[in-house]
């Protein structure tokens, strides 16, 4: 059974930060790729960055230069710095991994809520 965990989320200023995590567990032989999303209300879900194991990370056009995606292989854990926020990145955040324990599966986090506002 694998499980992912996100933490971080809360109220912020506009222009304020906040790190995200998501923390993997469970029988894992290796996590292949890692990557946050989001989805505001009445929005659909979108990709905002992805790490892959050996590539550089990509992000939505939305946050590039505001946010970084990072991984601590030794942790199984993936974090999203989230810096200069506005109140149109209020949203859930979710993160996925495509994860191989018996078989090759993806994986999503339960969500951390962001909101921005004064």
Known sequence: ?????ESGGGLVQPGGS?????????????????????????KERE??????SGASANYADSVKGRFTISRDNAKNTVYLQINSLKPEDTAVY??????RSATMNLYWGQGTQVTVSS
């Open 1 to 5: 059974q694998v499980q992912l965990v």
């Open 18 to 42: 906040l790190r995200l995590s998501c923390a993997a567990s469970g029988s894992i032989s290796s996590i292949n790729a890692m990557g946050w999303y989001r989805q505001a209300p009445g």
């Open 47 to 52: 990709l905002v960055a992805g790490l892959a």
């Open 94 to 99: 979710y993160c996925n991994a495509l994860i």
